[in-house]
């Protein structure tokens, strides 16, 4: 086997304008080899895959392919070397069967598409051992089925350097352990691969050798083997910290939110909450895990008063809050706080500044015709500081913030309101490790104030350590309500995915 | 070789947030289309300064028979009238393109006052001719919001194809109802008593629009209506977790700028025209949604944009271009070139083009 890495790099460097992204990071894969790359946000992690990738040019620095150097100014120039980007987001058309998206882009000449398509995808799903049916449509497929349609895209086009952005991030514990399976099974064939994930877990168990970047430079590389969380964690966010997260005790008692037998449907009439009995009590961190799309977003959203009600009840304190707008939630006199999972399409106007954001669920409280901006701005101050968000100007548009800051504006706003009820959708989602442990400390706070908190999270650690109990859905059905203290990730793993079969409601407790 | 060469360009989105000042960009645009039309110009075997020079002393001279520069202003102000119509609506993201039709329905309700009415006492009329404009251009603007809301419609299309049947509605009141002398069409001339006054030289429409375009500035950026047409049009979602009623506030803001149309159509027969024809609108309302865009839906810079555009059309109009050897479609030359050129520095806000050299090749 040839001796030379798959891909060096050498002293790449990439700037902004004044940031520098990346600030001559080496780096090496083998053949034969995973690779980890970790690092926090903004730590240059996808500038660096994106360079790879034909996506950005490097100011400086080299790249080599197998020894060879090279130069790759565009993504077709990353297909030619090998190189196959796995995006987080999947890059997938719904209407188009899977061998149409494998094909797409990377068609044989002529005009029609030939029947054979079929059989050249799956020669190549089975060669790789990859199980998916080439005629079945995107929509119809789960997560984990069109992870797999991305991976074999790029398995088409030849490519035997592989690199994954957080693919884990959406797929049940089930589902990545066959991803992993998938990864290793393709080291073994002989390709290079590199994965971003910020799961330490997985990268222990993954990883052959891990690459660990922090503000844009590569401080260290190190033998998985070798190597530990703490030492991990250490290196990226250089200084040590505590990993543990609190689950402070619970002060209050007594029941504040309950939902009986709720059910929901989408706009085009699927049924997208099923049944669904559950109480909040005060002081609580309700946690609610389930494969994407289970019914999560549905369930915030309904609470909310976003999404009409098709049968059953919604009881706050025994009153009846069922299909009342937001405005009228409000008016009822309870404070609710949704920090939905959409932060800059829902949770906040993304072309305005903090202060004007501040104004979204208060504006109409103003007497007159006019917008009352002071009070606004005390606010947008007060968070600023509280919450340590860096921004360029109160009134620059909050879409050009980072990922972190958007959060800490959206969580300032709705904590500030002081809630009774605070639902949360993946509120860690895309954070790094500092800001996510702001984050936890603040629903920690909001605990012992007694208010309600509905915490919904992929991350099913996190929820083990943060949340009293854990609510589970899969397909739009509770399939268990346990205590968090005494259950497992391999049982939220198997109520995840309805193992326990009739997806009838039974408590677990 | 000729893609090697090529395909060391890249286009390259702009990743810096600060970027250039939209509006700056638009005056630049607005230069380097004078130095392109002059460019044009030359080719014709004119002189570019001659040739501006007289269209500037067409659009302001004040000569014995008249300052010309009233013209331009009177041409202007249904043009900044419409401009801010035009730019409520698109700060809410809804694309109406339908300032035509709804400057023709104002017109047509206000002219039936003024055809049929005219005996009411002179401010009384006025004033229910000006509301009469600003229903029937705020009931045209309200029917493509209301599909809009209740069915998912798309307002583009549904804006664009009234403006056709508003047009149709005229050219059947003139050839039958309204006309004036049976068999014939045509519309008679409106008595003095439904003409507007004139005051300083323009007629009154002119303090009309100067104090909407404060008003207008002054909704857009501090009331609760601006702030929630705002929200709106950055994200649908956004404004329903706000408990914002959003086809509420959809049905409003298309009534608003529909209205604000149609009284420009009543200024337009009113003030301008004296009668109800075909003309009425004569494209000004789609004029309105180039100026909105390169105001960047700025009531103050629609104001500048709309008399650069009468300036062009007034100053191309009369005989000292024909004198030149020029035709008066100039003016449509040169607003061709000054759209042409703003798109492309457009794209140049979010994009940018780096040439690769062959240092890594």
Redesign the interface.
């Known amino acids: 086997m040839n001796k030379q890495p798959a891909i060096k790099l050498c002293g790449i460097t990439k700037s ?2 004044k940031v520098v992204a990346n600030d001559h990071i080496d780096l090496s894969v083998q053949r034969g080899e995973i690779l980890a790359l970790l690092g926090e946000n903004g730590s240059g992690k996808t500038t660096l895959m994106n360079i790879l990738a034909g996506i950005y ?1 490097p100011d400086s620095g080299e790249i080599f392919i197998d020894g060879e150097r090279v ?1 790759i ?2 993504p077709e120039d990353a297909n030619r070397l090998g190189i196959g980007m796995i995006h987080q987001h999947f890059k997938l058309v719904d209407v188009h069967t899977a061998a149409d998206n494998i094909i797409l882009g990377a068609e044989p000449k002529g005009l029609f598409l030939r029947k054979s398509r079929y059989e050249k995808v799956r020669e190549i799903s089975e060669r790789f051992g990859l199980s998916v049916e080439p005629t079945k449509k995107i929509y119809n497929m789960s997560v984990g089925e069109k992870q797999t349609v991305e991976i074999l895209k790029v398995l088409y086009r030849g490519a035997n350097i592989l690199i994954l952005d957080e693919p884990t991030a959406v797929l049940t514990v089930q589902e990545i352990r066959r991803l992993f399976d998938i990864l290793r099974r393709m080291r073994d064939e002989g390709c290079a691969i590199i994965i971003i994930t910020h799961k330490l877990g997985e990268v222990m168990e993954i990883s052959d050798r891990v690459t660990v970047l922090r503000k844009g430079k590569s401080v260290a590389t190190v033998e998985t083997a070798s190597s530990d969380i703490h030492t991990l964690t250490e290196l990226m966010v250089g200084s040590s910290v505590n990993l543990s997260i609190e689950r402070t005790e619970r002060t209050h008692s007594g029941t504040l939110l309950e939902t009986h037998h709720l059910s929901v449907e989408s706009d085009d009439g699927v049924r997208m909450l099923d049944d669904v009995s559950m109480t909040l009590e005060k002081g609580e961190i309700l946690g609610v895990a389930g494969v994407a799309g289970s019914g999560q977003r549905e369930l915030c959203e309904t609470i ?1 008063g ?1 999404m009409p009600i098709r049968e059953g009840a919604i009881l706050f304190k025994k009153k009846n809050i069922e299909n009342m ?3 009228q939630i ?1 008016q009822a006199g309870i404070s609710m706080s ?1 920090i ?1 999972e ?1 932060r ?9 500044g903090i202060i ?1 954001n501040m ?3 208060t ?2 409280d ?1 007497k007159g ?3 009352r901006k002071k009070d606004a701005r005390l606010k947008a101050e007060t968070i600023t500081e509280k919450l340590r968000i860096s921004t ?1 100007g109160m009134d ?1 548009p909050v879409r ?1 913030m980072s990922g972190g800051n958007v959060q800490k504006v959206l969580l300032g706003r709705e904590i500030e309101s002081d809630p009774q009820v605070l639902i949360t959708a993946y509120p860690v989602r895309g954070l790094d490790i500092n800001t996510s442990y702001t984050i936890y400390d603040a629903l920690n706070e909001q605990k012992k104030k007694g208010t309600g908190v509905l915490f919904i999270c992929e991350d099913l650690d996190v929820m083990l350590e943060l949340c009293d109990r854990i609510m589970v859905l899969c397909h739009g059905k509770v399939t268990g309500i346990v205590d968090a203290a005494k259950t497992t990730k391999e049982e939220l793993g198997l109520l995840m995915t309805d193992a326990a079969g009739k997806g009838d409601t039974e408590n677990v407790d | 070789m000729l893609t090697d060469f090529f395909s060391r360009f890249h286009i390259v989105k702009k990743t810096n947030s600060a970027g250039t000042n939209p509006l700056l960009l638009s005056f630049l645009s607005l230069v380097a289309a004078l130095i392109i039309g002059g460019l044009f110009i030359l080719c014709l075997g004119k002189n570019p300064f001659a040739v501006y020079g007289v269209i500037i002393e067409g659009a302001f001279k004040i000569a014995r028979t008249g300052a010309y520069v009233f013209k331009t202003i009177g041409y202007a102000i249904p043009l900044v009238i419409t401009s801010i119509a035009v730019s409520i609506a698109f700060k809410m993201k809804f694309w109406n393109i339908g300032a035509e039709g709804q400057m023709i329905a104002g017109a047509i309700l206000a002219s039936y006052f003024a055809l049929f009415q005219s005996q009411m006492p002179h401010w009384l009329l006025l004033l229910v001719m000006v509301l009469a404009g600003a229903v029937g251009g705020g009931l045209l603007g309200t029917i493509p919001a209301f599909f809009k809301c209740k069915f998912d419609t798309n307002e583009t299309l549904f804006t664009l194809m009234l403006n056709y049947i508003a047009l149709s509605v005229i050219t059947y009141l003139k050839d039958g109802p309204w006309s004036e002398t049976p068999g014939f069409p045509g519309i008679a001339k409106f008595a003095d008593n439904a003409r507007l006054d004139i005051v300083g030289g323009v007629h009154i429409g002119w303090i009309f629009t100067v104090l909407l375009v404060v008003a207008a500035f002054i909704y857009m950026r501090y009331t609760k209506h601006g702030y929630e047409i705002s929200v709106i049009g950055d994200s649908i979602n956004t404004a329903r977790y706000a408990g914002m009623n959003v086809n509420r506030v959809i049905l409003r803001t298309m009534f608003i700028s529909g209205a604000l149309c149609g009284i420009a159509g009543m200024i337009q027969v009113s003030g301008i025209e004296h009668t109800l024809g075909e003309s009425v609108a004569g494209g000004r309302g789609f004029t309105a949604i180039i100026i909105a865009w390169l105001s960047r839906l700025n009531p103050f810079v629609c104001v500048l944009f709309s008399m650069l555009f009468a300036t062009l059309q007034q100053g191309c109009s009369g005989s000292a271009l024909l004198k030149l050897g020029l035709s008066p479609y100039v003016a449509d030359i040169l607003q061709g070139i000054i759209l042409f050129v703003i798109l492309a520095f457009d794209f140049f806000t979010q994009y940018k083009i780096v040439c690769r050299g062959r240092k890594n090749a």
């Open positions: 902004f304008d040019q130069s100014h565009a909310a976003l707008t937001p405005r409000f949704f939905p959409d800059l399409g829902m949770g906040l106007a993304a072309s305005m004007d104004l979204l669920k504006y109409q103003a015709p006019f917008v360029s620059a050009l």
